[in-house]
């Protein structure tokens, strides 16, 4: 997926939370601690979610990827943890579509680029994540 392409900025404004209802059970940037052992920072935030509730596009986008992951599962990967899913490659989808139905746990890791970032913060702000051209 990070070899394809960059496309077009898509979105405006804000995102949203796929989730409409949940709880926190690990933030981004929270450290992990296994059997007392201090371990890395999360690049994701994994939400305890309503099953059969619907995961919601964060933003206008197109789905690049929508399958089921040995490591995350089901998974919908929107260019801009699922119990089904509702979408395929290559569609266009809006802020707010439904993509698929929540199991009980949805693991949210939002890219620019390769990095992971904070999605709180893209939630926060009307305006939605900066876009500066390069080149």
Same mark, same amino acid.
């Given at each position: 997926?990070?070899?394809?392409?960059?496309?077009? +900025?898509?979105?405006?404004?804000?995102? %949203?939370?796929?989730?409409?209802?949940?709880?926190?059970?690990?933030?981004? @940037?929270?450290?992990?601690?296994?059997?007392?052992?201090?371990?890395?920072? /999360?690049? /994701?935030?994994?939400?305890?979610? %309503?099953? @059969?509730?619907?995961?919601?596009?964060?933003?206008?986008?197109?789905?690049?990827?929508?399958?089921?992951?040995?490591?995350?599962?089901?998974?919908?990967? %929107?260019?801009? #943890?699922?119990?089904?899913?509702?979408? !395929? *490659?290559?569609?266009?989808?809006? +802020?707010?579509?439904?993509?698929?139905?929540?199991? *009980? *746990?949805?693991?949210?890791?939002? +890219?620019? #680029? !390769? +990095? !992971?970032?904070?999605?709180?913060?893209?939630?926060?702000?009307?305006?939605?994540?900066?876009?500066? *051209?390069? @080149?």
């Amino acid at each position: 997926l990070y070899e394809l392409p960059v496309r077009e +900025k898509l979105w405006s404004g804000g995102f %949203i939370c796929p989730a409409e209802n949940y709880l926190i059970l690990l933030d981004f @940037g929270q450290v992990k601690v296994t059997n007392g052992q201090q371990g890395s920072r /999360s690049n /994701s935030t994994k939400l305890y979610t %309503i099953p @059969g509730d619907p995961a919601r596009a964060p933003a206008d986008g197109v789905v690049v990827f929508a399958g089921n992951l040995a490591l995350t599962g089901n998974t919908v990967v %929107i260019d801009h #943890g699922l119990q089904a899913l509702a979408v !395929s *490659e290559g569609q266009t989808v809006e +802020k707010g579509q439904a993509v698929g139905a929540l199991g *009980e *746990e949805l693991t949210m890791d939002f +890219k620019l #680029g !390769s +990095k !992971s970032v904070n999605p709180w913060l893209l939630f926060q702000t009307s305006g939605g994540a900066f876009w500066r *051209e390069n @080149g």
